[in-house]
């Protein structure tokens, strides 16, 4: 088995993986509680489309808050060990630096896409088990006024929650990139964790301030936050945003490498 698919097992069966697909399921169910306040008996009685939007980014959803935070759990902060612990020194004696380098970022990307498409697929099936199959389309259209994927919302709502999953296991794995990438610069685990966060955070807060919403990155994650998104900004985004992790981290890494600062 190649270096990477190890890698990607051993954390798959990691507590961190698991725990991060916990947070997941967890952030999502939170947001039910909306339902609690039209009485019990009435609560296993909405349809399982919109429990999973309501879980997605729903009036008390966690999930797109927590995004940030639950991306970067299960493997941002590896390199920032393996340079601790002595491992580092042996892989890229024998792999070379920049295929060290490229393994840890598609390792990275791999294992956040998962986390998010399973836990998402998840509470996806629990909707569909345990809530009413009777569709109030009229109250999927009105969430779904607004997405930016509206143009899959119309065609096929299965389609659309398909898109969502996708849609949020790609954004989780850029997050989990610009983690690792911190790391090469400062080489702090926590760093790696909580970057992210911070930075979505504050950049939302700027973006609102300054009027420029559509550059909000939670406005990214939940695509029926901002009116007037499009696939095309949003595929850009995240693609503008993952070559400039990889590119920049990647000469950081290379330059502490020739100067012998990270040997």
Not at 1 to 7: E, H, Q
Not at 72 to 88: C, D, I, R, W, Y
Not at 106 to 118: H, Q, R
Not at 133 to 139: G, I, P, S, V, Y
Request: proline letters at 2%; hydrophobic letters at 50%; one cysteine or more.
């Amino acid at each position: 088995m190649s270096y990477r698919l190890n890698v990607i097992s051993k954390v798959m069966r990691s507590r961190k993986f698991f725990l991060s697909i916990l947070i997941i399921l967890l952030s999502m169910i939170f947001s039910l509680t909306a339902f609690v306040e039209e009485g019990m008996e009435y609560f296993f009685k909405h349809d399982y489309l919109m429990t999973f939007l309501q879980g997605y980014n729903g009036d008390r959803s966690l999930l797109t808050i927590l995004g940030p935070l639950i991306a970067t759990l299960p493997f941002s902060a590896q390199h920032v060990e393996n340079s601790k612990s002595g491992t580092m020194k042996y892989l890229v004696a024998r792999m070379g630096y920049k295929k060290y380098f490229n393994s840890n970022f598609i390792i990275n990307f791999v294992i956040s896409f998962m986390t998010f498409a399973l836990g998402m697929v998840i509470f996806f099936i629990g909707c569909f088990v345990f809530f009413s199959k009777d569709l109030n389309m009229d109250a999927y259209m009105g969430m779904t006024g607004v997405s930016a994927y509206k143009m899959l919302a119309d065609k096929s709502a299965l389609l659309y929650i398909l898109a969502i999953i996708l849609h949020c296991a790609f954004v989780g794995a850029c997050y989990s990139s610009l983690g690792l990438s911190l790391s090469y610069f400062i080489k702090n685990k926590f760093v790696a964790w909580i970057g992210p966060f911070i930075i979505a955070t504050i950049g939302s807060l700027f973006a609102m301030f300054v009027g420029l919403t559509k550059l909000e990155p939670m406005a990214i994650f939940d695509v029926s936050r901002v009116q007037g998104m499009t696939p095309v900004f949003v595929i850009s985004y995240l693609l503008i945003s993952l070559f400039l992790a990889y590119v920049l981290s990647l000469l950081k890494f290379k330059k502490d490498i020739e100067n012998d600062e990270e040997i």
